[in-house]
């Protein structure tokens, strides 16, 4: 029996989804002796991890469970994600903590924020709804602000009060990370460059220290 490669790979990318994928490195701040990431680094912002650029590609979608969980920081959603990698893409080389966006899908979100300098953590697709209390703790609706590239908010009006808390509305493109199942080698067949497995977590537990 013989297996193309090509015919693989040219069926995994018919069926694939687009995706932003950020190779990681380690950060060369961390502690020789303790392995902690330095917390005022500006490079990796204490997490220990440098991410590249993004660079768009494609990969098949082979599985998807997503659920509910509750811990000490709340309710969140633990999600994994299992992708079929073909060898003529460039997630083909994927690692440990490699950072995938979802480039064709959206969830939606709703989180609190302080007015000030603050950014969101992730790609917005929209915005539906932004709203506060007054002092009076009555509901105030606000306008739907512009997003920058990193994540920075700005109304042309109808912004929400220096230092107020307030809650903002949207969907957002899913992010994934790589960990703990690494990338895996199907059996070769002659030596042959088959698809690999990846099993990826939602970034937001990589946010809350996993």
């Known amino acids: 029996m013989r297996f193309s490669v090509n015919k693989f790979n040219r069926l995994l990318n018919n069926l694939g989804q687009a995706l932003l ?4 490195y380690d950060c060369p701040c961390a502690d020789p002796d303790s392995g902690a990431a330095r917390y005022d680094c500006p490079q990796c912002h204490h997490t220990g991890i440098i991410w590249t650029d993004a660079v768009m590609t494609r990969a098949a979608l082979a599985g998807q469970k997503v659920q509910r969980a509750w811990t000490q920081f709340g309710l969140y959603e633990n999600g994994d994600v299992v992708l079929t990698l073909p060898s003529d893409s460039a997630l083909y080389a994927m690692g440990e903590f490699d950072r995938v966006i979802f480039n064709d899908s959206s969830v939606p979100f709703s989180i609190k924020l302080i007015r000030g300098d603050e950014a969101l953590p992730f790609v917005v697709v ?3 709804r932004v709203f506060w209390l007054d002092e009076n703790d009555q509901i105030i609706e606000g ?3 512009d997003v920058s590239d990193d994540g920075r908010l700005s109304w042309a009006t109808s912004e929400p009060p220096l230092n107020t808390q307030y809650s ?3 969907r957002k493109r899913p992010e994934y990370f790589c960990w703990g199942d690494f990338p895996q080698d199907r059996a070769h067949h002659g030596g042959a460059a088959l698809p690999r ?3 990826l977590r939602f970034f937001e537990l990589f946010r809350r220290g996993l």
């Open 197 to 199: 497995r990846v099993v």
């Open 126 to 128: 929209k915005f539906d």
């Open 143 to 145: 306008e739907i602000p």
């Open 168 to 170: 903002i509305t949207g």
């Open 21 to 24: 994928w950020q190779r990681a």
